[in-house]
């Protein structure tokens, strides 16, 4: 049990509340972890009510499980507390990173879906170029601009998962980007090839540069 506690501090409380309050040590989840986190700092209620700038009856329902403080206030309290939350497989004990921050966003801004795997089939181009003779022109551009085209599959996921693996985390869009001048490599390696072995199909000077 706490023995800096305020016993005005529980003005308030139900009998069970104070009940179970006294009957720590325990296994207290959230509220374990708040009063853990003020013992190592060394605090009352009142001093990490004040460090947090809340009132001290917030800092009382948190230790009592009547409310739990929101992600980004816990994850204050453990930097205050020089400690570092995670995550971990149930299974395995691995640890789990967040999604990283700087994956790639389609082209208004917006984050792709989280469970979905990116793709990239090239340089981006509207859809209604890809059977005209903009094309090429639109290919350049976008190389230019080191533009990338970016797609996902929903329905087919999971099998291309089974093939391919599960990737960590979305590219950043500079991954993507590095992906798309590989492809073109790729295709170049094998336009020569072609034209290697099948001189009579080289096509006029500037053919097939995008």
Known sequence: ???????????????????YYLMGPFDGGVPGLVRRIR??????????AAALE????VVARWETGRTSPRVAVLLHLLRLAGLRAGVRRADTGEEVEPMRDDGARDR????????????????????????????LLWRRRSRARRDPSITFHTSLRHLHRLMNGTPVDHPSLQQL?????????????????????????RPPPGWLVA
């Open 54 to 57: 809340v009132s001290q009856s």
């Open 1 to 19: 049990m706490d023995t800096e506690l305020d016993w005005m501090s529980m003005d308030g409380w139900t009998d069970e509340e104070v009940e």
């Open 177 to 201: 980007t590095a992906e798309a001048v590989h492809l073109d490599e790729v295709r170049e390696q094998r336009r020569l090839q072609i034209l290697a072995d099948r001189p009579w199909m």
């Open 39 to 48: 013992r190592i700092l060394d605090v009352s209620q009142r001093g990490l």
């Open 108 to 135: 208004a801004g917006r984050r792709y879906p989280a469970h979905v795997d990116l793709t990239v089939t090239g340089w981006w181009c509207p859809r209604a170029a890809g059977s005209t003779g903009d094309l």
